[in-house]
């Protein structure tokens, strides 16, 4: 049975972008409460903002402020090297290596940071000497006091370290699963070692997954390093605190160490966005080129 088709295919489709009124609708209301909640801050009166302003580039906050990068910088440098022989570990075939990484993980996942500050802290409560040397004999290589060998700020790079380490070292097997595994197979068939195949095929492929979430951790870091006023470590917060319980301005020496804070994590987002880009080369990523846009189909 013939049928007719009235269509009329001459017309040009014009894709035309969907517009989507709800999404600017919030946006805006969103910034406006934004907004009004900076400046029902700014203006509050029970903050005297010359003292935000004297405070703000003071030396022992700059002091601080250089301690807590440095810090930072050398608690992840630790963790990352840790975090990649436990992952190696916990994907190793060796029973007794997965489960020394699995109880190291979970042990420092499962007590609070705060708790394993205070603990290396106060360590040498425990034990007032320590001796590094070979058991049942007579050598020693180190011994001394232990508050004179493991500072307050030894103590918390130990103890920041350990911690992250623990944590990142999911961040590194998830990366390193998410590696084809025909990518070992073709190493393995070309004479590499499990060393050369893991340094030079796997990590550099499972650096595209490590490095977003990495880089969350490094800043979890920089804002963790706070905790270490309790071991008196003088950092940012501590040298805050340590001023405003002079001059008992409290709220400011809050807003002052809250910008710095911020203005930290602010700029360790720039060299995270270049590493994804760097590794994310030749997949699809909404960072490294505009995402797809939606479209509606007419006729001109």
Same mark, same amino acid.
């Given at each position: ?5 009235? #269509? ?7 894709? =035309? ?23 029902? =801050? ?19 906050? +700059? ?15 630790? %963790? %990352?090297?840790?975090? #990649?022989?436990? @992952?190696?570990?916990?994907?190793? @075939? ?11 993980? !979970? ?6 940071? +705060? ?10 409560? $425990? ?36 911690? /992250?380490? *623990? ?10 699963? @998410? ?5 070992? !197979?073709? %190493? ?17 492929? *499972? ?11 490094? $800043? ?12 008196? =470590? %003088? /950092? ?15 709220? !400011? ?9 911020? @203005? ?11 590493? !994804? ?6 997949? *699809? #990523?909404?960072?490294?080129?505009? *995402?797809?846009?939606?479209?509606? =189909?007419?006729?001109?």
């Amino acid at each position: 049975m013939a049928t007719t088709d009235n #269509t009329d295919y001459g017309d040009d489709v014009v894709a =035309v972008p969907l517009r989507h009124p709800a999404r600017w609708i919030f946006g805006g209301i969103a910034s406006v409460l934004l907004l009004s909640f900076i400046w029902a =801050v700014y203006s509050a009166k029970s903050i005297q903002h010359e003292l935000v302003a004297k405070y703000i580039f003071d030396p022992r906050i +700059l002091q601080g402020m250089l301690v807590t990068i440095f810090v930072t910088v050398l608690c992840m440098a630790i %963790a %990352a090297i840790l975090a #990649t022989l436990l @992952a190696i570990m916990k994907l190793s @075939a060796n029973p007794l290596q997965r489960w020394l990484a699995t109880g190291f993980i !979970e042990f420092f996942r499962g007590t609070p940071l +705060l708790l394993q500050i205070v603990f290396w802290g106060y360590l040498g409560i $425990i034990f007032p000497q320590l001796v590094l040397g070979v058991p049942y004999t007579d050598i020693v290589w180190l011994s001394g006091d232990t508050s004179d060998l493991i500072p307050a700020l030894v103590a918390g790079v130990i103890a920041l370290s350990l911690n /992250e380490a *623990a944590y990142s070292a999911e961040i590194v097997r998830a990366g390193i699963l @998410a590696v084809d595994s025909g990518q070992v !197979e073709a %190493a393995k068939s070309l004479g590499m070692s499990g060393g050369q195949t893991m340094r030079r095929i796997v990590l550099p492929q *499972a650096m595209r997954v490590i490095i977003p979430p990495m880089g969350n951790e490094f $800043i979890g870091m920089l804002k963790n390093t706070s905790l270490l006023q309790v071991i008196a =470590v %003088a /950092e940012l917060y501590t040298a805050a605190s340590t001023i405003s319980s002079a001059n008992l301005a409290q709220i !400011e020496l809050l807003v002052v160490s809250g910008f710095w804070y911020l @203005a930290m994590t602010t700029v360790l987002g720039f060299p995270q966005r270049a590493l !994804e880009r760097r590794y994310g080369r030749g997949f *699809a #990523t909404v960072g490294g080129r505009a *995402a797809p846009r939606a479209f509606k =189909v007419g006729r001109s």
